[in-house]
């Protein structure tokens, strides 16, 4: 069964430190989004990704936040210069043939900053 | 701002019962539906979508959505320890909109 892929699982990073988390979305979708999960708190959106441009972003997803398509499989979230809060699971998703259809979340990243 | 709404439990139901699980949203142009379930320390795993009113079935869960109340429902029949997980409800408002807003999400314990 098709799934959305992620790597790494979890990552350890120094304050200041510029991260990539990657994700492999399912081969035939057209929409990627990545969303985070503070520990104890709600899922968050971060950005939407289509068409190979950002669709939409949150208020989190400031100057430090980035996101690329470098080839046909891959989609990554850079973040330049880590701060303590960014500390969380990342969760890239992927969805179909239209916007509104579901959405399939890979295994997560888990970023803390220390 | 849009919200959604869940109660955030614990949900405490015995094994073999049907479990209810419980959304409002406030975005009244709402369109898309779903409900994922989400184990400790995991991601979230769709279980259904939802996108007309109604029930729909799918298994031993039903998603039901009232959009005139702004109300989304899961029961989860014959209720099994496995299904002991948090439950979140979400939803795509549309108007050029395509992102998820997520609840706090519901904790279900299915008591054996």
């Known amino acids: 069964e098709p799934e959305v892929t992620q790597t790494p699982s979890h990552q350890v990073t120094q304050m200041g430190q510029e991260v990539i988390l990657r994700c492999v979305p399912i081969s035939n979708h057209l929409y990627f989004y990545w969303y985070r999960q503070i520990l104890g708190q709600k899922v968050e959106f971060l950005v939407s990704?289509?068409?190979?441009?950002?669709?939409?972003k949150s208020e989190i997803f400031d100057d430090q936040f980035s996101v690329e398509r470098p080839d046909g499989s891959n989609f990554t979230l850079k973040i330049r210069s880590t701060k303590l809060e960014d500390s969380a699971m990342y969760f890239c998703a992927s969805s179909g043939t239209g916007g509104f259809t579901e959405a399939f979340f890979g295994q997560g990243t888990r970023l803390t900053v220390v | 701002q849009k919200e959604v709404e869940q109660n955030s439990g614990p949900l405490s139901v015995p094994e073999g019962a049907i479990a209810s699980l419980n959304c409002t949203y406030s975005?009244?142009?709402?369109?898309?539906f779903f409900w994922y379930r989400q184990y400790s320390g995991k991601s979230p795993e769709l279980i259904m979508s939802?996108?007309?009113?109604g029930d729909k079935e799918d298994g031993r869960f039903t998603a039901q959505l009232n959009k005139a109340s702004q109300y989304v429902s899961l029961l989860i029949r014959d209720s099994q320890p496995s299904d002991s997980a948090t439950y979140l409800c979400a939803v795509i408002s549309g108007a050029g909109s395509y992102q998820l807003t997520f609840g706090k999400g519901t904790k279900l314990s299915v008591i054996p």
């Open positions: 975005d009244r142009v709402s369109q898309s």
């Open positions: 939802i996108y007309s009113n």
């Open positions: 990704f289509y068409n190979n441009e950002i669709s939409e």
